[in-house]
Each structure stands twice: as structure tokens, then as C-alpha cells.
């Protein structure tokens, strides 16, 4: 493995963000001295942005088949150029179909041993169903692209991380998604990706699933009971340091982060909220259980300000470098 490992960087949908957070990241002297970014996506995307925003526009453009170089450099998906005429900030199927594409062959490229790690820049779930591809979100197409049957996410940053049991689904569907084998993967998982994480305490948190965590039965169709604590007892009798199930209102509060390496979510919104508040644009997003290396930045594609130059490049930043940290762990 080389000292400064190759990271492939998927520039995300077209239309939004991601190709300005890219220029950033292929010219950062800081980032070249830990990485070496090499940027999937549109050369003449990132060119029409470039000149757009007034960033520097890529030193160096590989077409497909040539070896990658130990220096920042952009892979060409798209030579024809036919996406620079995509309209920034507009939803479209052709920018899902290409955002989907450059994840591909990222993945494609890790598998091969190309590159040591991937990490994704931001796509639009509704681009991506526009263009009929069946996957709600990066997490579950990477698991079938490399055939994991165990996976979860993970959303790491240094004032709270949090692992989720279920993810990209409706809330009237998570209470059947709460199974003790399921949760028990995803304490397993955190548990593993913990000790790869230097500095993190190897204590677990795990919330309920209900109000109060259940109170005692009172709350829901007692998942704690049937699932949720069966999975922690099961994780104890490992040998690993589970708390919980704790009610989702106090498993994030300040001694409780303070004590733990990671709380255990059982829905999106009940880790992703406190992320959000605590560390936005610094948290990364880390697939759990892939044979290969997968971080994301936390955000959406911001259509809103696209193009603009104004989006802050910090979570793809500290995306870029955990992956450099975890391929090299």
C-alpha cells in the first residue's frame, strides 16, 4: 500500500455540488500530501464549473484504460462531454443515470485493487429513481455491487457517531426491520469498525426503539423486549461493552457521548437529527461490512447553490482523509 493511497472520489449528481467540492479537493496541497484523489465524474463538467466559480480547473484528465498516477487527476466517464449541458440545480435522470454510473466504476476500481478506497460525493435519491434504478440510497448499492450480505452505515465524526440498524426506509416499516440478528450486526459491526478508529472509547450505546426505550412493554409492539436487549445480551456475552436500550431522548446528551465510541440507531432520523445539529458538514458517512473501503460525505446535493462556488468542501475533505486513514489501518 503506498503511503499516500489512491482514493477514487465520485463527484456525485452533475447538477449539484459535488463537481465544485472536487476542483476544491484536486487542489488541495493538504489533502495531496495525505491522498491521492482521483476524481470519477465529467471532465467537461468540471471544466464548465471551473469556469463558473472561478476555481482551478483540473491539472490532469485520464480516459479510461490509463494507469492512474500517484497525483490528483480526474478519470473521464463522460468524453463525448454530453453532460456539460446539464443545467445546474435541476433534477434530471440523465444526472441520476451518470451519478449512478461513476459509482460503478469506482467500486469496479476497488475491487480490481486500483484504487485503496472509495468515497462518494453527493447524489440525488430522486435523480437516481428517475432514471429507474432500484436502489434507495449509495449504502445499498455498494452492499449488492460487492455482494455483502451484513452491512450497515455509520455516520463518524468527533462529537458523535452513530451506527443504524435500518436506514433508507419508511418509519411505518422499521418496527419489522428490528430483529435481534439485525441488531446484533450492527453492534457487531460498530464494534470492529471501532477498533480501527484510534482514540474512539470501545463502550456501545443502544437506543430503543420506542418512547422511554418501551417502558417496560408500555410503548410499541415490545421490540426492546423481543429484540433490542436479546441482541445486547447476546453482544455482552462476546465480550463487548454494551449500554443500553436506552431512550432515544438521552442517548446523545453530552456524558453520554463523552463515555461511548458509538450509539446504536434503530431508524434515519434518530441518529442523523443529533449529527446533523452537532457536526454538520464534518461528519462522514462509513459503510460497515464491505470488502472494501467506502466513506461519503453526510450532505445532499444542495441544488439550491450549485455551481455557485459557495458550498463547503470540509465533510468531503474529512471523508477523503478517514478513507486514507482506514485503507492504511
Known sequence: MPERPRIAVT??????????LCLRLLADAEIAAT??????????????????????????????????????????LDPAGTLAEIRPGRLS?????????????????????????VTTGPVNKAAIAAAGIPFPGHTELFADRTASSRYCMM????????????????????????TQRRVLDVIELSAAALSRLPGR???????????????????????????????????????LDVVGPLPPDTAFLPARRAESGCTVCMYHDQGHIPLKALAFD???????????????VDHG??????????ADPRSLFEAVRMAAALALS
Open 11 to 20: 463527484a456525485g449528481d452533475p447538477a449539484g455540488v459535488g463537481p465544485e
Open 35 to 76: 491522498a491521492t484523489p482521483i476524481v470519477f465524474g465529467s471532465a467537461a463538467v468540471l471544466r464548465r464549473v471551473a469556469e463558473t466559480t472561478g476555481l482551478p480547473a483540473p491539472a490532469r484528465t485520464l480516459a479510461v484504460g490509463e494507469p492512474f498516477p500517484d497525483a490528483p487527476a480526474v478519470l473521464d
Open 93 to 117: 435522470a440523465t444526472a441520476g443515470r451518470a451519478a449512478f454510473a461513476t459509482v460503478g466504476a469506482a467500486i469496479d476500481a476497488a475491487l480490481a485493487g486500483q484504487v485503496a478506497a
Open 155 to 178: 455516520q463518524y465524526s468527533d462529537a458523535v457517531t452513530a451506527s443504524f440498524v435500518t436506514c433508507h426506509v419508511g418509519l411505518r416499516d422499521v418496527p419489522a426491520l428490528i
Open 201 to 239: 472509547p470501545r463502550r456501545i450505546l443502544v437506543c430503543g426503539l420506542n418512547p422511554h426505550a418501551g417502558e417496560g412493554g408500555l410503548f410499541g409492539a415490545k421490540e426492546e423486549e423481543d429484540a433490542i436487549v436479546p441482541a445486547i445480551e447476546s453482544a455482552r456475552a462476546a465480550g
Open 282 to 296: 464534518r461528519a462522514v458517512n462509513i459503510t460497515l461490512g464491505l470488502p472494501i473501503v467506502r466513506t461519503s
Open 301 to 310: 446535493t444542495a441544488f439550491d447553490i450549485a455551481w455557485q462556488g459557495e
